[in-house]
């Protein structure tokens, strides 16, 4: 599944190298304490990858660092060729789109007032409203099916809702690269899914997606590759089910856990175990810490 | 921009021209309006009417026109900014700040030419506003709404204080001042009006380029990187706005109170939009508001003047109450 993407020259094939994330020997430091240790990473267009690990781990930290967030301490991020300290913040934000954790919903703003703040670092003093602005909301809303929220007031949306028009926000940025910190967080199920369904659509499409995600199930349901971190490193990586392993989760979540196949797709499905309820005999895909 | 969008503003300004032409005829003495027509086209005879026109009654009226414009537009971007809806210049320490310096200045020969007003309250302005932020850092965190408008209250006692010692002391040399310590266009000459119309205009443009970047820092500061903006120069960009503006209302007016709390406020109850448009609209609705304050001021005990600060603050105050209330 991770695959380099390819190098015949062709335009599209420049465009997915525009779209990768190189990181080399990064380390970040919050508050005088280092909370990731040198990590290298390529994440790669066309792949939803998703970042999991138990809490503290460095997961956001990292993911927050490639947003341009924090400084790295130490290391380089290249998107695509060019050094990401390089690039101006709008230019960066035409290139990678970020929706961090519980952004706060502005007062007095319809529906599509959000979905076109998406288009700000598209416009400028000399650069007017156009067309293609309008076209970027219209399918960002009608990808995140808000469309029929357009003139409401965001305030007075439901969480699920107001998620999709902040999705739809970020989609309207029209970016190769779209960064997400735990985007299902606090949503009930059937809005989990429907968001990381939109999601990997866009991975499909060609984007580098990069989820930072709570929930193993959700993560190994979507993901093309899972990055597993713990205290600042990166532990596993690899596709689902690969990595998505009773020892690994053992290892790294501390969490006792069977592993079993999805009878539907053959994905790893994660199922919980209290010790006390493990048969003496040998029980397979399953792993205490 | 569609219709609907320029409708109300272009509403707003028919407002103001309309207050503006309100506040030359009318007076202790009122005068035609087609005097003050040919007045304003240079035309007029040169009669002591006209000379009360085109002396007194112009320079207010372009006076109050900016400071309101001003002040309002000060309101709102200290209200994005700081998250709390009880900013405004006033509640916040700037107008006292801005008052004191200018009052100072007036003891130290060197500082008491009239283009250093303006300078001289922005300076003071500054001050105040970071005597707040301290006084707020000192208090810890988690106060929320309350913790900075208590700041704001203290600073501002302090420094009234402080400016109302030192005009008592120096009773004789401050006799004129304290009509323009209460916030009045009493006596505004057009020169003074020439000299502080850059700095409002100015602090105007800074507020109108920032204003939309608001709504988006409203998300916080993350979702606003995410979009290309750097969260720290935008609120540094509309500090600036904020100390400048309020500086060229303290040099035209005075200290004039609650214009930055009432003014905003009111037009949020035309419906929801963004920090932009109600950056806008306020701009408008505020100057408006001052110069209809100040024709009330000039008329209604007339002969005898109440200063247009007076006014504010009687306005201001219950709405101030009944924001804590509809907070609560």
């Known amino acids: 599944m991770q695959q380099s993407p390819p190098g ?40 939803m990858t998703v970042l999991i690990g138990p809490n503290g781990c460095g997961k956001s930290t990292l993911l927050k660092t490639i947003a341009r967030l924090l400084p790295p301490a130490s290391g380089q991020i ?23 954790q519980s952004p706060v919903t502005p007062e007095g703003l319809r529906v599509r007032d959000l979905v076109a703040l998406g288009r700000h670092p598209h416009r400028s003093l000399m ?56 985007p299902t967080t606090y949503l ?32 190994a349901a ?38 079993i196949p999805d009878p539907l797709t053959g994905r790893p499905v994660c199922l919980p175990r209290d010790e006390a309820d493990i048969p003496k005999t040998a029980t397979p895909g399953i792993a205490t810490p | 921009m569609n219709q609907r969008s320029l409708s109300l503003p272009l509403l707003l300004v028919a407002l103001l021209l309309a207050a503006m032409l309100l ?90 030419s009239p283009g250093l007003v303006a300078p001289l309250a922005a300076a003071g302005s500054a001050f105040g506003a970071m005597l707040v932020f301290a006084l707020v850092r000192a208090a810890g965190d988690g106060g929320g709404v309350l913790t900075p408008a208590l700041a704001g209250a203290a600073v501002t006692a302090f420094l009234v204080a402080l400016t109302t010692m030192i005009s008592l002391m120096e009773a004789r040399a401050f006799e004129d001042m304290r009509v323009w310590l209460s916030g009045s266009f009493a006596g505004l000459r057009l020169g003074v009006v020439a000299m502080v119309a850059p700095w409002a205009l100015a602090g105007l443009g800074l507020a109108l380029f920032t204003g939309p970047k608001l709504t988006i820092l409203t998300m916080g500061d993350e979702a606003a990187t995410g979009l290309g903006l750097n969260p720290r120069r935008i609120r540094a960009l509309a500090l600036i706005a904020v100390v400048v503006m309020t500086a060229a209302a303290v040099a035209l007016a005075g200290p004039l109170g609650f214009v930055g709390l009432t003014v905003p406020h009111a037009v949020r109850l035309i419906g929801p939009m963004g920090q932009g448009r109600l950056l806008a609209l306020s701009a408008l609705a505020g100057a408006g508001y ?34 804590v209330r509809m907070r609560a």
């Open chain 1, 222 to 259: 979507f993901a093309d590759r899972i990055v597993m971190m713990r205290d600042g490193r990166i532990r596993a990586d690899g596709p689902p089910g690969e990595v998505m392993t009773a020892d690994n989760l053992a290892d790294i979540f501390g969490l006792t856990a069977q592993i």
């Open chain 1, 127 to 182: 650069r007017a409203w156009s067309q293609h602005d309008d076209r970027a909301i219209d399918r960002a809303m009608a990808e995140t099916n808000t469309t029929a929220l357009a003139n409401r007031p965001a305030e007075a949306l439901s969480g699920g809702q107001r998620q999709r028009a902040f999705i739809a926000m970020v989609l309207a940025q029209e970016t190769g690269i779209l960064m997400l910190d735990e």
């Open chain 2, 23 to 112: 506040h030359l005829c009318a007076g202790a003495e009122p005068q035609p309006l087609s005097l003050v027509w040919s007045v304003l086209h240079g035309e007029a005879p040169d009669t002591f009417e006209a000379a009360i026109i085109r002396e007194l009654r112009l320079p207010r009226a372009l006076g109050a026109a900016l400071a309101g414009a001003g002040l309002a537009a000060a309101g709102v971007l200290m209200q994005a900014v700081t998250r709390n809806p009880l900013a405004e210049p006033g509640l916040f320490g700037l107008l006292a700040g801005a008052a004191l310096t200018v009052l100072l200045a007036r003891l130290i020969p060197g500082l008491s």
């Open chain 1, 78 to 100: 290249l998107i695509g060729d060019r050094p990401l300290a390089g690039l101006g913040g709008r230019e960066a934000a035409r290139q990678m789109a970020l929706l961090p």
């Open chain 2, 290 to 323: 001052l110069v209809l304050a100040d024709t009330l001021a000039r008329t209604v005990i007339a002969p005898v003047e109440i200063s247009a600060g007076i006014l504010t603050a009687l306005v201001g105050a219950p709405v101030l109450v009944l924001l």
């Open chain 1, 8 to 47: 015949d020259g062709s335009d599209q094939a420049k465009t997915a190298q525009a779209r990768l994330i190189s990181l080399r020997g990064v380390s970040v430091a919050r508050a005088e304490k280092t909370v990731v240790h040198d990590v290298s990473l390529q994440i790669w267009p066309g792949q």
């Open chain 1, 188 to 219: 009930d199920l059937s809005v989990q899914m429907e968001i990381m369904a939109i999601l990997a659509r866009r991975a499909r499409a060609g984007a580098t997606v990069l989820v930072v995600l709570h929930e193993l199930n959700l993560a």
